[in-house]
Structure formats: C-alpha cells, structure tokens
Antibody, heavy 125, light 108 residues
Framework: QVQLVQSGAEVKKPGASVRVSCKAS????????IHWVRQAPGQGLEWMGWINPKSGDTNYAQKFQGRVTMTRDTSISAAYMELSRLTSDDTAVYYCMRVPCIITSCPPLNWFDPWGQGTLVTVSS | EIVLTQSPATLSLSPGERATLSCGASQTVSRNYLAWYQQKPGLAPRLLIYDVFSRATGIPDRFSGSGSGTDFTLTISRLEPEDFAVYYCQQYVNSPLTFGGGTKVEIK
C-alpha cells in the first residue's frame, strides 16, 4: 500500500539545522508532489511547501523562504526537508504528505493522503 | 492568504448525538477546493472529505461535507466513540495552503 515513513525524532540546539527524511513506498515516487506541514505542540497545522520529485522544482511558503530547503533522492524514493537557523519556535512535529493524483494531471495544490507518521523536532539549548 | 476560521473551538457531545462543525473562509473557496481531516492524539491527520463533499476511501457514511463559497460544514450524523478527536479544514485553492485552527469534539 502507499506509505510514507519519516525519520526519527531530533533534538537540536538553537542556530542549528535539521533534516527530516520521508521515504515513499507502494507507488511511483516521481509521479506525485510531496508537501511538508508542521504542527507546534498543542497547535494547528502550518504548510511549509512542496517539491516535485520528478523535476526537483520546489515552492515554499513565504514564511520559510530562505530557511527551508526541500530536496529528493529518486534512487531511494526519499524526500527531505531541511530547516536552518532553528529557534525554539521551530519545535514541532513535521509531516510529509502526498497529493492524490499524478503530476501530469494534478495541480500541486491539493488535498493530502497519505501522511507520514510525523517527526518531532525539539529545539532546546 | 485565505484564512479559515473553525467554530466552535470545542464541541461537547455524547455518543449517538449529531455533530456539526463549521469552517468559514475569508475569501471564496472556488472549485470546491476544501478538505476535512481528523486527528487523534499522537497521530497524523487522516483525510475524511475532499472537494467539499467527497468522502475519502474507507470513511463511514456518517461523515458528510457540505457548503460553498465561504461557509462549509462537516457533519457527523451519529457520534461513535472513535469519532472524538480534533477536526481541521484545509483549502487548496491558492498558495499558501491554509488550515483552520481546529474543532475538538470531546465526550460530554
């Protein structure tokens, strides 16, 4: 079945960077946009951006421009989200998600299914 | 940016009761580009409804979506014990994608 499996929890110091991975299985990885969203403790969902795994094209939310980098490795069907210059406000669970239809017939902005299980990133000195 | 406002923040109901959750948008959500998700503690959100009305695969028919323009509703016809959770709406009309702040459905 279609599945996204994310890397494990991370603890980082302020000013550091973190990279979260999202490994896809059960479908053609290069055929579907991958998005990233985060959720601070007890808070709602905040969209960060998307990557086209086929071309590598990206689109980031303005809030994260200059601090986030989304990449992929098609040889192992994995997407990555790197966030730099971390502060305590970046403490959150980070999720990757897939859009429902193939890139050639699907806009990048869409609903999401499935979701990865989430990766907790804690920023603390 | 389209701001989504969900109400109420908390809904206290008993199993078997009907739940009505609202999602209001600051601008028209065209093409019915609105989805609903359910989230339980410690888990990722799960897709319930997309394109305002369409139930995702495996979602029971007690869940239904309605609305248009700027006002949308998720209805759970008869609450089951497993339905007590937080619910989020999401628009995908334009960037940035945005989510509502959530409605928590709790046991009364």
């Amino acid at each position: 079945q279609v599945q996204l499996v994310q890397s494990g929890a991370e603890v980082k110091k302020p000013g550091a960077s973190v990279r979260v991975s999202c490994k896809a299985s059960g479908y053609t990885f290069t055929g579907y946009y991958i998005h990233w969203v985060r959720q601070a403790p007890g808070q709602g969902l905040e969209w960060m951006g998307w990557i086209n795994p086929k071309s590598g094209d990206t689109n980031y939310a303005q809030k994260f421009q200059g601090r986030v980098t989304m990449t992929r490795d098609t040889s192992i069907s994995a997407a990555y989200m790197e966030l730099s210059r971390l502060t305590s406000d970046d403490t959150a669970v980070y999720y990757c998600m897939r859009v429902p239809c193939i890139i050639t017939s699907c806009p990048p902005l869409n609903w999401f299914d499935p979701w990865g299980q989430g990766t907790l990133v804690t920023v603390s000195s | 940016e389209i701001v989504l406002t969900q109400s109420p923040a908390t809904l206290s109901l008993s199993p078997g009761e009907r739940a009505t959750l609202s999602c209001g948008a600051s601008q028209t959500v065209s093409r019915n580009y609105l989805a609903w998700y359910q989230q339980k503690p410690g888990l990722a959100p799960r897709l319930l409804i997309y394109d305002v009305f369409s139930r995702a695969t495996g979602i029971p028919d007690r869940f239904s979506g309605s609305g248009s323009g700027t006002d949308f509703t998720l209805t759970i016809s008869r609450l089951e014990p497993e339905d007590f959770a937080v619910y989020y709406c999401q628009q995908y009309v334009n960037s940035p994608l945005t989510f509502g702040g959530g409605t928590k459905v709790e046991i009364k």
